[in-house]
């Protein structure tokens, strides 16, 4: 009793040996990816619509970084507008949506939280 600290016990066995999080108000954050996403997945960010969670698991972004490198490989090109009277140059596969891209609802718990 008195001054001793009791245990708390967490109530959902998946926290069982988890050390607390704790909050660095220091710390630095990033201001650069390390892995880009699809530019499918940006180019509908910027547009304000929805993009699959799935374009920023690790599948996803994986998938994008290969379509990078083989965007070297391949020299078909498309003309796509950007803002108000400009034009981009972008890869023409990097415009469709993945074939492999998951619904939200289909992702696993482990690719959700990635």
Do not use: C
């Amino acid at each position: 009793m008195g001054n001793q600290a009791q245990e708390v016990q967490p109530a959902d066995p998946v926290l069982v040996g988890m050390q607390p999080i704790m909050f660095d108000p220091d710390a630095r954050i990033a201001t650069t990816l390390t892995a880009r996403p699809a530019d499918y997945a940006i180019k509908h960010i910027e547009a304000h619509k929805h993009v699959p969670m799935w374009y920023f698991t690790r599948e996803g972004l994986r998938e994008a970084a290969r379509t990078v490198r083989q965007t070297d490989e391949n020299d078909t090109l498309a003309i796509t507008k950007a803002e108000e009277g400009q034009v981009t140059v972008r890869s023409a596969g990097s415009l469709s949506a993945s074939k492999n891209a998951k619904l939200d609802h289909q992702l696993s718990y482990s690719e959700f939280i990635h």
